[in-house]
């Protein structure tokens, strides 16, 4: 298994999931792009780091670790990190499956009470899904998977593509089988 590994994919894709499995079968240190990108805030996820604070940030929790599997999307403010990179397994999932993941995992973090309408988080919730639902169809301007492309095309180091709604389980097999060696 190689010891520099990128997950990246759309909102809702399993890049987070994928990353764990790695790390918990293969001993690699599991971080994820969002820990660095977001200042921690309450609710999560709405005030973004500095890109420079960011980098930093990244690289002082991996320093440390010969043996690491990043998730998320760092297209733009980490290129600097491309060169790094061992490995990238970009995952690609049906756009209704990513949506129906992203809504129970809006009920699960915040409470279905909170995302429901009328509920404090609704709002955010509505937003964010809606984001997450112009992934396939957005262009280069916004996280995409014109973007992804365009990002991955320009990479030194190769790119393992999974596609469709597999388990966990069968996209560790199939890393395991392409990357043994």
Do not use: K
Request: glycine letters at 8%; one cysteine or more.
């Amino acid at each position: 298994m190689p010891a520099r590994i990128h997950v990246v994919g759309a909102s809702g894709s399993g890049t987070t999931s994928l990353a764990s499995a790695i790390a918990g079968g293969h001993g690699h240190r599991h971080l994820d792009t969002d820990d660095f990108f977001w200042l921690p805030t309450d609710p999560p996820y709405c005030e973004p780091r500095a890109p420079a604070a960011r980098l930093a940030l990244r690289r002082g929790a991996l320093a440390p670790s010969p043996r690491w599997v990043l998730s998320g999307s760092l297209c733009g403010w980490g290129d600097p990190l491309i060169a790094e990179f061992d490995l990238v397994i970009f995952l690609v999932v049906p756009a209704e499956v990513r949506l129906a993941r992203l809504r129970a995992r809006e009920r699960a973090r915040y409470g279905p009470e909170a995302v429901a309408p009328g509920g404090a988080r609704h709002r955010a919730s509505v937003e964010f899904l809606e984001w997450a639902a112009r992934y396939d169809a957005g262009d280069i301007q916004m996280r995409s998977r014109a973007l992804h492309e365009a990002w991955l095309a320009a990479l030194p180091a190769p790119v393992l593509r999974l596609e469709g709604d597999r388990s966990v389980a069968e996209q560790l097999r199939r890393v395991e089988l392409d990357r043994v060696g």
